[in-house]
């Protein structure tokens, strides 16, 4: 099988989890992070199997539901989409996952105790 890159709508996610995720279909994939959904921007729903994950987007600070199917696995298929946009913001993004994915190879514990972006947030 063909492993380099995810069954995209079979994958499920944790909050916490570094994805790569889309708000459209044309959309470049974008560096994120599965994060506690938002009380008060009510879950989209769709038929069949598409379920929807609130993502923390690196780079801009947005917040978004998105669809499964519109997401990847950060470290399977980073290579292939760390350098699929030239934009500033883009490049920004890509140097803050990687910032927060090299810590968690150094810290595996820390992980769990993730629940919300606070920690990288208060960089500015």
Same mark, same amino acid.
């Given at each position: 099988?063909? *492993?380099?890159?995810?069954? *995209? ?36 729903? *769709? ?23 519109? *997401? ?19 490049? =920004? ?11 968690? =190879?150094?810290?595996?514990? =820390? ?14």
């Amino acid at each position: 099988p063909d *492993m380099k890159t995810e069954s *995209m709508a079979s994958a499920t996610y944790n909050v916490g989890d570094l994805v790569w995720g889309k708000m459209t279909k044309k959309a470049v994939l974008w560096p994120a992070k599965v994060a506690k959904g938002n009380k008060d921007v009510p879950k989209p729903t *769709m038929p069949g199997n598409v379920s929807f994950y609130w993502l923390f987007f690196y780079g801009t600070d947005n917040y978004a539901w998105v669809r499964s199917d519109y *997401m990847e696995g950060f470290e399977l298929n980073r290579v292939k989409n760390e350098k699929a946009a030239k934009s500033k913001s883009f490049e =920004q993004a890509v140097e803050e996952i990687i910032e927060v994915y090299d810590k968690r =190879q150094a810290n595996p514990d =820390q992980i769990s105790s993730e629940s919300s972006v606070e920690e990288e947030e208060e960089e500015e």
